[in-house]
């Protein structure tokens, strides 16, 4: 199809949406004088479709900036919504019988049906928005002056929507810094001590004239070039300063805390602790202790988890060091697993900046780097679906429920009994290979059974991102290079939303080329 009747069909797809749309809000406004639980759905509704009404007209006027592949994604969105709306109106029609009811008021028998059909109808516009969100939040990274404008203008500045789009690509120039000064902190900002995590080498604190808590998040550096490491750290900082929790999966930054000793250069990444959240635990501890959560619990970690990867992503770093003890969780009670948080940033860098191969010959770091970034000298540049490779390993904990590191005697650490067939192999570091093959063959056999098929395909799906041959997912290598030679995540779409209801999306961003990457209504 050429551009233009491409175009055409999209965007009179999201005028049919918005059309729709609109019906259903003012079908729901019969019954504005309905049960107060009602009126509270209608509400809930209202305020859904009012952000969902001002992103389909963002996308309607910013269309002619948007790179062919992020069209494409919007278009499958849209086609979504409008089945999802079409449906819904189709199911009011038949329970209002196609009548309007003067002054509000309905038949008393047709309320449950009404509300049972306007539940159903916010469910599926909030799970619409859930998919949704990632790709929205992806014009932020569109480098057009016709986006800049709109953005700094008086369109919808006030809105929900396109304020988080304005917070978000301030926070990818200088302007966040430029408007709230400088994001380092002085050292003596920190009252009350440290006190460490364990399994983690992150720290609470609190800071001197706050009564909140902070995670102290540590990255030392002992011979790089300690210029460009700030300008990394800032960087990193002043675009987690943005950062959501809840939907992002990443604290808040307060700010950096650098300090220098003969060990070398520190930098105090300083988060925010939501003052509804308490009793952090790294991902490690609680897998080591295997209470027994539900399977939904253990899904929606998986969730969460892969939520903050991509939004590492999105914002233009790789990790670099994604693992149980860079993933803290807060519980909600003693079995009642909360919010997790992706940390642990001591290696992390830019997606398209430079990179230095080195690395360690610690077994219980390599077992969740990808066989060719494994030892003090690793095969390759490091790239996203690195990441990647680890997320699959932390999804087969999770799966498994079952900590792969576990301690022996004294301070050292062993594999767990889950690895005894490539334990010589992991311990020796020589056939780096042949423990990836065992973690596939583990997922295989076992997770199949114990999370569902599809939730093994996916793990499988990140196992093998970087595998040769047609089973890999993702695609050739050299098709996943963008002009500027940056390897990325393929698109990932078409062939893994029919594999499971749990939604992944790995997109090639368009513009600096990073991965979109997201695990979405995960349900039992």
Partial sequence: MDPVSFACGVLGAADVCLKSGKYLI?????YRNAERDIVDIVLRMKTLWLKTEIQLESIKKLWGSFDPRLQALFDELIGHLQTKLQIASNSLDRVMDGKQYEGGTV????AAYFKKNIQQAVQELEDWQGRFEPTWLLITLVTSPAIDRYLEGKNDQTSVPTGKLKELRDAMSRKVEARQGSIFIKEENISGGYKSLPWSEVCTTRLSGSDKRFLIDQITYLDSDISLATVHIRDLA?????SDPAE???LRCRGVIKSSSRAGTS??????IPPTLSSPQTLREILLHKAPHPLNQRFQLAKQLTRSLMFVHTFGFVHKSIRPDTIIVFRESERMLGHSFLTGFERFRPGNAE????GDSSWEKNLYRHP???GIHPEERYIMQHDIYSLGVCLLEIGLWNSFVRPADGSSLEPSESLKSVKEALLSGNRPSFVKDGLVQIAT?????????RYADIVLSCLTCLDPGDTNLFGKEEDLEDEDGIVVGVQFIEKVLNIWPVRVLFVANYDCMKVLLQIEDIRV
């Fill in 248 to 250: 992002f999966g990443i």
């Fill in 372 to 374: 060719k970034r494994q």
């Fill in 238 to 242: 002043r675009r987690l300063s943005t």
């Fill in 355 to 358: 990179t230095l191969l080195s």
């Fill in 26 to 30: 003012r079908k729901f406004g019969d």
């Fill in 267 to 272: 930098f105090k990444l300083v988060f925010e």
């Fill in 107 to 110: 038949k008393k028998f047709k």
């Fill in 445 to 453: 056999k076992r997770l199949s059974g114990l999370m569902g098929q």
